[in-house]
């Protein structure tokens, strides 16, 4: 078989090729094989990614069993949750730029022939994958699996029988306002999160995870098994032997990840109720592999597609009762009538082949299109005076009474501001909160408006007042919420413009976000635009990145370069 790698291991012009590979140990026999990296984002910092020590073995061990030798490369993995509510919030977006750039590097660098991506968390999922469709080799996903939830059988706040994660900031503003005692808070902190994994919600971590797995690129079934499951480590040997077999019949990620395997994972999003984030990662990955898709695109595809799964925070559900219920071949059998089923995974079958033998047997917690959670979907591009370009909501995760949002603006220059004023009682009930200056550019790295929204779901404000951000939210985000106002204020947007007490509506059924009587036009003459000071890589990020409704990516082709100037 001939491979990428062979082109610089055969023959004794490659002699010195050769012999850098053997001072690692590598045996002539191994370098005559397929040459797979394993890209392992593993470190002991994030949660999500600790499994992958162990996980990479079992990885390296399936390409071995397949005729292939791997080779292992480190790739970095940053952890939202750590970062989330402080200056490390910036550096997340970015770091999904750096780890499609060390992916290009390292694999044209070496001429690998195919790639196992360990990777959960949050950016680091879109980072891979982005980086694996501009190079376009045989690839296969891993990730690491969620957590196990916390229980809570008694006095449970926030409904079911499971905590996550995501329960703790919520917890303080409850803790704030005096609706639960300090110790109860404590143990909610040493009990929400009790193993590895990525957290038990439907964050972005798990989101992305499942919509690898519903484009074909994960083995099925295997997106939310828990990591500490024996299943999880299995998964990895198997995906480790498939990738050889990828290699061996030139099926390469662009085969798999096309424009109608990107619909499905825009569907599946919808249907799950899933992060706002994959609005941005989509929409990139899509880039990467030169495929059309823009934000208007994703509203269309994901218009009418029910909510049919109540995971956290859009319900009450957790990942481990998404894992025993069957996960995303039993999600993806309910919507089979409006997937294009023809699409190819990285076991070389096609969707309808995967859906044939999938039954479901617990529609309590996968619904089916004729009994979903919520008519209303997990995405919703609104457009408006204030989103010219538009702007990204989740419906499945805001309460019905704040579906139609009308009240007077309290403007705060930034998330620090806003926890400040939060935190002070600044906010009011009918208070349509607007944190600008935290875009793309303005961020810069667009930071997740986390806290402040989980702070007022706390509060017991979630549906009594709306935050809207030209920045992002986490997938863990419930209550009334926009983000990823376009353009966003450091770009000239409206929302730069925008003054204490201006009346707003949000209509997130009809899609529209507007700013009542404001003459923007007059506004800019008058105003002189906010400069935040940025050094070393996000300088660089912010000077180059796009538009949130151009998936906050950073163009690496003239074409599109040209297309620009043309506008």
């Given at each position: ?5 062979s ?11 050769r012999?850098?590979?053997k001072a ?6 191994e370098?005559?094989k397929?040459?797979i990296?394993?890209?392992?984002a ?7 990614h600790v499994i992958?020590r162990q ?6 061990e399936g390409i071995q ?9 480190g790739m ?14 910036k550096?997340?977006?970015?770091t ?7 992916i ?5 660098a070496?001429?690998?022939d195919?790639?196992v991506?360990l990777?959960?968390c949050?950016k680091i999922?879109p980072?891979?994958l982005?980086g694996?469709m501009?190079?376009?080799l045989?690839t296969?996903l891993?990730n ?7 229980r ?18 919520e ?13 109860k808070f404590?143990?909610i ?6 193993t590895m994994g ?6 972005t971590?798990?989101t992305m995870?499942?919509l690898?797995?519903?484009m074909?690129i ?6 939310v098994?828990?990591a500490v ?13 498939q990738?050889?077999e990828l ?14 395997a ?9 249907a799950?109720?899933?992060?706002t984030?994959?609005?941005?990662h989509l929409?990139?990955i899509?880039?990467e592999g030169?495929?059309?898709?823009s ?6 595809i ?8 109540p995971?956290?925070?859009?319900g ?6 998404f894992?025993?219920a069957?996960?995303?071949p039993v999600?993806m059998k309910?919507?089979?009538s409006i997937l294009?089923?023809?699409?190819k995974?990285?076991q ?9 033998k999938?039954?479901n ?13 919520h ?5 919703k591009?609104?457009y ?5 370009e538009?702007a990204?909501?989740?419906?499945s ?6 579906l ?7 403007i ?6 806003a926890?400040k ?7 009011q009930e009918?208070?349509v909160?607007?944190?600008r ?9 667009m930071?997740?408006m ?5 702070l ?5 404000l979630?549906d ?18 926009v ?6 204020a450091?770009?000239?947007g409206p929302?730069a413009?925008l003054e204490d007490?201006?009346?707003i509506f949000?209509?997130?059924?009809r899609g529209?976000?507007?700013?009542a009587?404001?003459d923007?036009e007059?506004r800019r003459k008058?105003k ?5 000071e940025?050094?070393?890589c996000?300088?660089q990020?912010a000077?180059?990145v796009?538009?949130?409704s151009?998936?906050a990516?950073i ?5 599109y370069?040209?297309?620009e100037?043309?506008?």
């Open positions: 078989m001939k491979t990428r790698s082109d610089i291991l055969e023959g004794p012009g490659w002699a010195n090729v012999a850098l590979y690692d140990g590598y045996s002539q026999e370098l005559e397929p040459i990296a394993v890209v392992n593993y470190s002991s910092i994030c949660p999500g992958f996980l990479s073995e079992r990885v390296r069993a397949g005729g292939g030798t791997p080779v292992e490369l970095i993995g940053a952890c939202d949750g750590i970062a989330m509510g402080h200056k490390g919030m550096y997340i977006l970015p999904r730029q750096m780890i499609a750039d060390s290009e590097a390292m694999a044209e070496h001429r690998l195919g790639l991506l990777g959960s949050d999922i980072g891979m982005m694996a501009r190079v376009n045989p296969i891993v690491g699996g969620p957590s196990l939830p916390g809570m059988k008694k006095d449970n706040p926030y409904g079911g029988e499971f905590i996550d994660h995501s329960i703790i900031q917890s303080e503003g409850a803790l704030q306002k005096g609706m639960i005692s300090k110790e404590q143990w902190e040493d009990h929400a999160m009790p990525s957290c038990a919600m439907l964050g971590a798990n995870g499942c690898a797995e519903a074909g994960m083995l099925p079934g295997t997106a098994i828990p499951y024996s299943e999880r480590l299995a998964a990895g040997y198997r995906s480790g032997k990738i050889v290699v061996r019949r030139n099926i390469k990620i662009r085969d798999i990840i096309t424009k109608n990107i619909y499905n994972g825009i569907r599946v999003n919808g799950i109720g899933g992060s984030n994959a609005v941005l929409i990139a899509a880039y030169e495929i059309e898709l934000i208007s695109d994703f509203g269309k994901c218009e009418g597609i029910p909510h049919l799964v995971l956290i925070p859009s009450n559900r957790t990942l481990l009762e894992y025993e069957g996960g995303v999600l309910e919507l089979e294009w089923v023809q699409e995974n990285c070389g079958k096609i969707l309808r082949e995967v859906l044939e999938v039954q047997f617990y529609p309590e917690v996968i619904h089916s299109i004729e009994n979903p959670v008519t209303r979907g997990g995405i591009i609104l408006g005076n204030l989103a010219p538009g990204v909501s989740k419906p995760a805001i309460p019905d009474k704040a139609v949002f009308r009240g007077k603006a309290k705060y220059e930034g998330e620090e501001d926890l004023g939060i935190r002070r009682g600044d906010v009918g208070t909160i607007v944190i200056n935290e875009g793309p550019k303005g961020g810069p790295g930071p997740e986390y806290k402040a929204m989980k007022l779901v706390g509060m017991n979630g009594k007042v709306c935050l809207i951000t030209d920045g992002r939210f986490s997938g863990s985000n419930n209550g009334c919420f983000g990823h106002i376009s353009p966003e450091a770009q000239n929302i413009y007490g201006d009346e949000v209509d997130i059924s529209l976000i507007e700013a009587d404001v923007f007059e008058k002189k635009p906010f400069v935040r940025v050094k070393g996000l300088y990020y000077q180059n796009k538009s949130a151009q998936g990516m163009p690496n082709r003239r074409e370069d040209r297309e100037e043309n506008r």
